[in-house]
């Protein structure tokens, strides 16, 4: 089973400024096809889960530029250019690589100071 | 695209209760559908899929031989039928459309299943 561990747990972030979570797989994301099968959803308070990137560094339709994903391999970054109070909620990275098993890391929530 | 999922209730251990999922907005006859859940206050837990036909279907471990999940192509409705229940099945349970490769894209908004004494 690939486990995903997410960093921080949690994260307090000032209005425009930026934020970065970090998550790590145990093995590698990359498949054979190129691709690499790392996604990042957003649950804000309340919401069921919104996927924000997929396969590591594309924008979902309708998510804003200020969100940005990034790595490669075992180790990636989402990126929250300047924070915004919609942004807070519990940011998860998800691992497709291990079809038909997904496996969700355990999250980090975000909130405004 | 819109999923409405329905059939959540209280039910005691052991029972059986099922869920539906319908779906509108695209062509569901397309699309691999998930189901995925989040236990009161956790994280969000992966527990079942089927291709876009039916003709495949895959549990995580822990609802192997107790779940089944399913679908009807002619009325765009996705199901999971859960037997012998257990209390660590309290969840709210969300169904989802892939993106491609079975990554959930599209999220209805939930019912809650909870199994108690």
């Known amino acids: 089973e690939t486990v995903m561990t997410q960093t921080p747990l949690s994260l307090s972030v000032t209005p425009g400024q930026p934020a970065s979570l970090s998550c790590k797989s145990s093995?590698?994301?990359?498949?054979?096809?190129?691709?690499?099968?790392l996604h990042w959803y957003l649950q804000k308070p309340g919401q069921p889960p919104q996927l924000l990137i997929y396969?590591?560094?594309n924008r979902f339709s309708g998510v804003p530029d200020r969100f940005s994903g990034s790595g490669s391999g075992t180790d990636f970054t989402l990126t929250i250019s300047r924070v915004e109070a919609e942004d807070v909620g519990v940011y998860y990275c998800?691992?497709?690589?291990?079809?038909?098993?997904?496996?969700f890391g355990g999250g980090t929530k975000v909130e405004i100071k | 695209v819109r999923l409405a999922e329905s059939g959540g209730d209280v039910v005691q251990p052991g029972r059986s209760l099922r869920l539906s999922c319908a779906a509108s907005?695209?062509?569901?006859?397309?699309?691999?559908m998930n189901w995925i859940r989040q236990a009161p206050g956790k994280g969000l837990e992966w527990v079942a899929l089927?291709?876009?036909?039916?003709?495949?279907?895959y549990y995580t471990d822990s609802v192997k031989g107790r779940f089944t999940i399913s679908r009807d192509n002619f009325k765009d409705t996705l199901f999971l039928q859960m037997d012998s229940l257990r209390v660590e099945d309290t969840a709210v349970y969300y169904c989802?459309?892939?993106?491609?490769?079975?990554?959930?894209?599209?999220w209805g908004q939930g019912t809650l299943v909870t199994v108690s004494s």
């Open positions: 989802a459309r892939e993106l491609s490769g079975y990554t959930p894209a599209y």
């Open positions: 907005g695209f062509n569901f006859h397309n699309y691999a």
């Open positions: 089927i291709t876009y036909d039916g003709s495949n279907d």
């Open positions: 093995q590698s994301l990359l498949h054979s096809d190129g691709k690499t099968y």
């Open positions: 396969e590591v560094s």
């Open positions: 998800m691992q497709s690589i291990n079809l038909p098993t997904l496996t």
